[in-house]
């Protein structure tokens, strides 16, 4: 089984910065892509960014700018560093992962359990 970790997430003011970090762990053989999604209350889950096991990234145009994403596949981890937070940034922040468990075998989807951020104005 895979379990992906979010930690990071808090109160900031309008402006200020937050670095999430997801850890993946678990028996596997390989992640591909890995990406940080958002959600507020009664809206659906939307991509922020996304990052491939060569390091190509992909930014929502939300973001762009603004945050960064970056990966250690040493230690199986993605960060998010977000810089001037806005309000509308407001959303618990998700990690997902493809992952292959066995060589060649098919990738399955993770997902960790979310962590707030909530920016002031």
């Known amino acids: 089984q895979v379990q992906l970790v979010e930690s990071g997430g808090g109160l900031v003011q309008a402006g200020g910065s937050l670095r999430l970090s997801c850890v993946a762990s678990?028996?596997?053989?390989?992640?591909?892509?890995m990406a940080w999604y958002r959600q507020v209350p009664g809206k659906q889950r939307d991509l922020v960014a996304t990052?491939?096991?060569?390091?190509?990234?992909n930014y929502a145009d939300a973001v762009k700018g603004r945050f960064t994403i970056s990966r250690d596949n040493a230690k199986n981890t993605v960060y998010l560093q977000m810089n001037s937070l806005k309000p509308e940034d407001t959303a618990v922040y998700y990690c997902?992962?493809?992952?292959?468990?066995?060589?060649?075998?098919?990738?399955?989807?993770?997902w960790g359990q979310g962590t707030q951020v909530t920016v002031s104005s």
């Open positions: 990052c491939t096991s060569d390091a190509t990234t």
């Open positions: 678990g028996s596997f053989f390989s992640i591909r892509t």
């Open positions: 997902r992962s493809e992952v292959a468990l066995r060589v060649s075998g098919p990738l399955y989807a993770y």
